[in-house]
């Protein structure tokens, strides 16, 4: 199974400068959450912008660059050159995640089975930006409201998505 697991404001923003936008404690606990275990499917830019590997996640890194794996911790991180390469090199019995960014998740859409998505709301500025999700193929199952309070700046909304 393949999920996409993104937060996007109410204009799809992810992120600006390879940078989170918000900071939301919450929603980095579910993240956290839901995709320990688990393999991860992430860009070079993506896996670039973490303070290196997740624990307990195999990283499957897409990039066009040569030899990047040779960069990389080859313990916890497969380095491919395609999305198609990234899924055959994931469990297919477990959920696997796509963690971004905007052009990887393009990539994964029309391969994912779910979304779990924080709409952050609000909109943003950014250079990166989630895929429009089109209610044609799409089911919202669940969503759970998150208010502003002092740890959280702005408001949220956890979704989940089931391809129809």
């Not at 994912?112 to 209610?135: C, N, Q, S």
Request: hydrophobic share 35%.
């Amino acid at each position: 199974m393949i999920t996409l697991i993104a937060a996007a404001a109410e204009n799809n923003a992810l992120g600006k400068n390879n940078e989170m936008i918000w900071h939301l404690p919450d929603d980095f606990k579910r993240f956290k959450q839901l995709t320990s275990g688990h393999d991860i499917i992430l860009g070079r830019k993506t896996y670039e912008s973490l303070d290196g590997p997740l624990p307990n996640r195999k990283h499957i890194i897409i990039t066009r660059q040569e030899n990047y794996a040779e960069q990389v911790d080859a313990e916890c991180c497969i380095v491919v050159d395609s999305m198609e390469e990234a899924i055959a090199k994931t469990n297919p019995n477990e959920e696997n995640f796509v963690i971004g960014g905007g052009e990887i998740y393009k990539l994964a859409l029309p391969l994912a089975d779910k979304i779990e998505l924080t709409r952050v709301h609000g909109t943003f500025e950014a250079d990166a930006y989630f895929p429009e999700i089109d209610m044609e193929n799409w089911n919202l199952a669940k969503e759970v409201y998150h208010a502003t309070d002092e740890r959280h700046k702005v408001d949220f909304t956890y979704q989940t998505f089931e391809r129809k």
